[in-house]
């Protein structure tokens, strides 16, 4: 998969279900939005990303892993509510991101590769 793809993926996925865990919350915080504003971000970069600008594939690979670090807390938090349609919320968020980051540096690694 390509990497501006992925990070579409990533981006929407982090929209709807950030999204999602906002409105479904009976005491909604404005932290529960910071992987929508994220994705937001994601989704805005992705025209530059789809042309090969190295500064925002680098923007991307950084807010993609701040992101994967920052659900940690949701994730513990969920778990120990246990919440199993949460879980899968936040789950679903960090294997997108994961996936991305994944994809990010291989594809960095192949573009070394060839330069």
């Known amino acids: 998969m390509k990497p501006y793809l992925i990070n579409l ?3 929407l996925t982090l929209v709807i279900l ?3 865990a906002y409105i479904a919350s009976s005491t909604p915080s404005i932290t529960a939005l ?3 504003f994220a994705g937001i971000i994601l989704i805005a970069i992705t025209p530059w990303f789809k042309k090969g600008n190295r500064v925002i ?12 670090i920052g659900l940690i807390k949701p994730l ?3 778990i120990h509510r246990s919440e199993s349609l949460g879980l899968s919320r936040v789950l ?7 996936l991305a ?5 291989k594809s960095f690694i192949d573009a070394r590769k060839r330069s």
């Open 9 to 11: 993926l990533n981006a």
């Open 18 to 20: 950030g999204s999602w």
């Open 76 to 78: 513990i938090g969920v």
């Open 101 to 105: 980051m994944v994809i990010f540096v």
């Open 34 to 36: 910071i992987p929508v």
């Open 92 to 98: 679903l968020m960090m294997t997108t991101s994961l």
């Open 57 to 68: 594939a680098h923007i991307a690979v950084v807010l993609t892993f701040l992101i994967l």
